[in-house]
């Protein structure tokens, strides 16, 4: 899992607020074009029996709720996998990330 500053923030936060019983950080910022060293993009997986019931829209607010500062600040990018433990237990999986195209939308390279 990602290590810098701001990972072990996201993680301490989501574990606080949400008491998951599976929690994945992954650093993507060195796939988003940022220079080194710089944590902005994130993807997380967060297993909670707190999502019990909850319609997957209501339970990516729980994950903003909890990390509303750094929304605001130096995260510029998250993407959530958010299930219940028996939704993890049946499959523990992720799915893939889309691919990043780098850089503003409005910015396309030419060849």
Known sequence: ???GPLASTI????????E???????????????PPGTESHFSVVVVS????GLPPLQRHR?????????LAGPLHALA???RTPQQWE???HAPPAP?????SKHDRRRG
């Open 99 to 103: 691919p990043c195209l780098g850089g």
């Open 62 to 70: 729980l994950v903003h709720a909890a990390l509303s500062a750094e």
């Open 1 to 3: 899992g990602a290590t």
């Open 49 to 52: 029996g707190r999502f019990q």
């Open 90 to 92: 049946s499959d523990p």
């Open 80 to 82: 959530i996998v958010a």
């Open 11 to 18: 993680r301490a936060k989501l574990a606080e607020a949400l």
């Open 20 to 34: 998951p019983t599976h929690l994945e950080v992954l650093d993507e910022s060195p796939w988003h074009g940022g």
